[in-house]
């Protein structure tokens, strides 16, 4: 390959050799094309008018005045689909397009990937197949009928706890076997290089908008920038053009879960060890053995034991900061957030919200905060009602 | 300890191929794994290819699979591996390659990992998720460690890659004959011959072929084609899932059909 796709001593790749080549071929391929101009026209064009950008960067006030300074939230759940993950899934499925691949597969936890796959799918009129553990196809059906709509066809996968670990180890399988016409669009900027590079490029449009959006509507750039991160796709694009800001705080959110003591959680860069799964070196969670353990959390797209390796690396050298949300404050943030701005955030996007929730009367009234608001909560409703039924 | 020069010099001449079974060690138990290799080499192995059990095997198909969860949960773990490897030296001195994920040696500790591994009688480690251009992050130890090392090449490995991969290779070159995990298969993939005739063409490093090696007319098939060795791993294993409630019976079919292998090889062709 000609880049080694490490970040400090995280990435790499780290696959059995028949994916080698293949590998080798996408990297060749978006080398090729991510700067061809009828290339990034055709992106352009589809992500205004197929997915719906530029998204909103939204005043949050009555949020903003419960916690006590200035929230702004980067509406990446107006999208088509629901969630940022249409800035990844167009990008790769373009790509696929000019590579003369005519079937895709992906993996997919909440759904929202596979459903944002299974509409570039029927967008591109390219078979798709999408594996999904099965504790997650239960727990996001309504997901699961959404991508049977658009034509795919969704693959139960039961090995280790039926989440999103699962799924990605039977996909890279499967995929093992069909090198030579499939694409395997990876859903988050982790796995082997050079997946974490092309997801962080076309997931970087959102602080490319949001930082020209400050700049016009607040007149400077935030304070701070919040995301959750499950394997870090939308985060990573909503912290890409501030990294060179050394003044805008950047915080990932994980999942807590139960809460980190208990061990019941996906909180990888926060309470796991490095280590390497799907092809990368990242902060894992682990026994003491390094075996990858099983991971809980109320949000499916973020119950992930490992984590993208730039993530790692600006945890490393104190660029961002990680932190955890715990499901209980995650419930509470959902309700407030719906009650008093009319917004149903998508249980993962939420941990970001819990976690700015929870700076209540810390910060100065000025402040600034961005929040990547990556999806809508619909998919979620039967979840939290389970949970927080209404009276 | 007899190497693996040893075993491929004595087998060239007899103009015959080594029997390689795989197992997952641990697999379903302690005891009955360590009894399913001791009759597996009675019945005539020539190599043993053994596996420590990780949690996430992306390059193993259902069947490895289960056996690796099977041996997790029986509590197998890489100390215990190197018990069970002593076990097995002390038991008959055959060469035995170990089949690896990252994961687990970085966290043991890579180079404690392969010393303690040579010291236990292993003579070569595989790692399925590192390939020759990281292979610096292990060569390097596994020299130091008096093993052999051991690289896969697969039907899409280009000509100047399995150049370079036969370079760094003193054990074998593990000759991966479909594209896929491992798994049961009917029939024998038709470029496998093609395969190793290439690779013969290329390097003299001895070559040994596996993935869905399931019979006896498909280890024949790949030693007619010239390879050194033939690995079978998930009929085998398959048939320790199939009798978990009698392990007697797993081990008489296990050597029963070692011993047919065996006989494939051994006749004249
Ligand atoms: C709305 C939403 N946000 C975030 C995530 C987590 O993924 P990532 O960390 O790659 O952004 C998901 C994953 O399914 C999601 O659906």
Redesign the interface.
């Known amino acids: 390959?000609k880049h080694?796709g490490r970040y400090g001593d995280y990435g790499?790749?780290?696959?059995?050799?028949?994916l080698?080549?293949?590998l080798e071929e996408l990297e060749e391929a978006f080398d090729r094309f991510r700067d061809d101009p009828a290339f990034v026209a055709e992106l352009a064009d589809l992500s205004a008018h197929y997915a719906g950008r530029p998204t909103p960067l939204y005043h949050a006030k009555r949020f903003s005045e419960h916690v006590g300074f200035q929230v702004y939230l980067k509406r990446e759940d107006l999208l088509h689909g629901g969630a940022h993950k249409v800035n990844n899934t167009l990008g790769q499925g373009l790509l696929a397009k000019h590579m003369g691949k005519s079937k895709l597969i992906a993996e997919t936890g909440a759904g929202q990937h596979g459903l944002a796959t299974a509409m570039i799918g029927a967008l591109l009129g390219m078979e798709t197949k999408i594996f999904m553990g099965v504790t997650d196809v239960a727990r996001q059906s309504v997901n699961v009928h959404k991508m049977k709509l658009c034509g795919a066809e969704v693959i139960p996968v039961e090995?280790?706890t039926g989440t999103l670990?699962d799924a990605i180890?039977d996909a890279?399988?499967y995929w093992?076997?069909?090198?030579?016409d499939t694409f395997y669009l990876f859903g988050t900027a982790a796995g082997p290089h050079p997946y974490p590079m092309i997801v962080r490029h076309f997931q970087s449009c959102i602080s490319r908008e949001a930082r020209q959006q400050f700049l016009e509507q607040v007149g400077r750039l935030p304070d701070m920038v919040v995301a959750c991160v499950g394997g870090g796709s939308n985060a990573i694009g909503a912290f890409a053009h501030f990294i060179d800001d050394p003044d805008v705080k950047l915080i990932g959110v994980e999942a807590g879960g139960q809460g980190v003591a208990t061990g019941k959680h996906a909180a990888s860069i926060v309470a796991g060890t490095?280590?390497?799964?799907?092809?990368a070196r990242s902060y894992?969670l682990?026994d003491?053995?390094?075996?990858?353990l099983d991971t809980e959390s109320i949000s499916a797209g973020l119950d992930y034991p490992g984590v993208g390796p730039e993530h790692c690396y600006l945890s490393d050298i104190g660029r961002a900061q990680y932190v955890a949300a715990e499901d209980a404050d995650v419930l509470e943030t959902f309700g407030l957030l719906t009650r008093i701005e009319g917004i149903l955030p998508a249980l993962e996007s939420t941990h970001a919200l819990a976690y700015v929730a929870g700076l209540k009367g810390t910060l100065a009234p000025e402040t600034v905060v961005m929040v990547n608001l990556s999806g809508r909560g619909d998919k979620d409703v039967g979840i939290v009602e389970a949970h927080r039924p209404l009276e | 300890m007899k190497s693996y020069s040893d075993v491929f010099s004595a087998l060239r001449r007899e103009k015959r191929a080594a029997l390689i079974p795989f197992f997952v060690i641990g697999d379903p138990d302690f005891d009955n794994s360590l009894a399913l290799v001791k009759a597996t080499i009675d019945a005539g192995a020539d190599i043993l290819e053994l596996g420590i059990p990780f949690s996430d095997p992306i390059a193993d198909g259902p069947t490895i699979q289960k056996a690796d969860i099977r041996a997790v949960r029986s509590g197998m773990n890489v100390r215990r591996a190197m018990e069970f490897i002593r076990q097995v030296k002390q038991y008959r001195d055959i060469p035995i390659g170990l089949l690896m994920y990252y994961n687990l040696i970085g966290h043991y500790g890579t180079e404690a990992f392969f010393r303690d591994a040579h010291a236990a009688g292993v003579n070569s480690v595989l790692v399925a998720d590192m390939m020759i251009d990281d292979a610096g992050e292990v060569l390097g130890p596994i020299r130091a460690a008096g093993l052999d090392s051991v690289f896969m090449v697969t039907p899409n490995t280009s000509p100047e890659r399995m150049r370079r991969i036969a370079a760094k290779t003193t054990g074998f070159i593990y000759t991966v004959s479909v594209l896929g995990v491992t798994g049961s298969r009917d029939t024998l993939s038709d470029s496998v011959q093609d395969l190793v005739r290439r690779l013969k063409s290329l390097t003299t490093v001895p070559i040994c072929v596996g993935f869905g090696i399931s019979k006896p007319e498909h280890a024949r098939a790949v030693a007619d084609a010239g390879a050194d060795g033939a690995i079978i791993g998930s009929r085998i294993v398959g048939m320790i899932e199939a009798h978990l409630d009698d392990p007697a019976r797993a081990i008489a079919e296990v050597s029963a059909f070692v011993r047919q292998v065996k006989a494939a090889l051994s006749t004249s062709g």
């Not at chain 1, 003491?288 to 990858?292: A, F, H, N, S, T």
């Open positions: 390959m080694r790499g790749y780290y696959v059995p050799e028949v080698i080549p293949v090995g280790g670990k180890n890279l399988r093992t076997a069909h090198v030579t490095p280590g390497v799964l799907h092809g894992l682990q003491e053995e390094g075996q990858v």
